[in-house]
């Protein structure tokens, strides 16, 4: 099993930045990819970032391409999302999940582990 916990949310102005970390405990030799997805309040969950745990490479929903950045750590075991101008619609909160089958995993349904979540708002 994998444990996640989530960290970095807050209260932010439209326009600010904040940087959410991930940091996983447990099996994570089994790791393919993190991914970070968030819910905003009467919203489905959505797909925001991944990255492949190996090669590092990365794919974003449109919605934040240009904005967010994910990146990780290996020797830390702790996947980040470098969040900048940050709108309104951005409110929501984010959670970090692990996949142990899918390499390239952009749904919800290919992720095994995930985190509590944490609260980003942003103000207008």
């Known amino acids: 099993q994998v444990q996640l916990v989530e960290s970095g949310g807050g209260l932010v102005q439209a326009g600010g930045s904040l940087r959410l970390s991930c940091a996983a405990s447990?099996?994570?030799?089994?790791?393919?990819?993190m991914g970070w997805f968030r819910q905003a309040p009467g919203k489905e969950r959505e797909f925001v970032a991944r990255i492949s745990w190996s090669v590092g490479s990365t794919s974003y929903a449109d919605s934040v391409k240009g904005r967010f950045t994910i990146s990780r750590d290996n020797a830390k075991n702790t996947v980040y999302l470098q969040m900048n101008s940050l709108k309104p619609e951005d409110t929501a909160v984010y959670y970090c999940?692990?996949?142990?089958?899918?390499?390239?995993?952009?749904?919800?349904?290919?992720?095994?582990?995930w985190g509590q979540g944490t609260q980003v708002t942003v103000s207008s």
């Open positions: 447990g099996r994570t030799f089994r790791t393919k990819a």
């Open positions: 999940a692990a996949s142990f089958g899918v390499y390239i995993a952009t749904s919800q349904t290919q992720y095994d582990y």
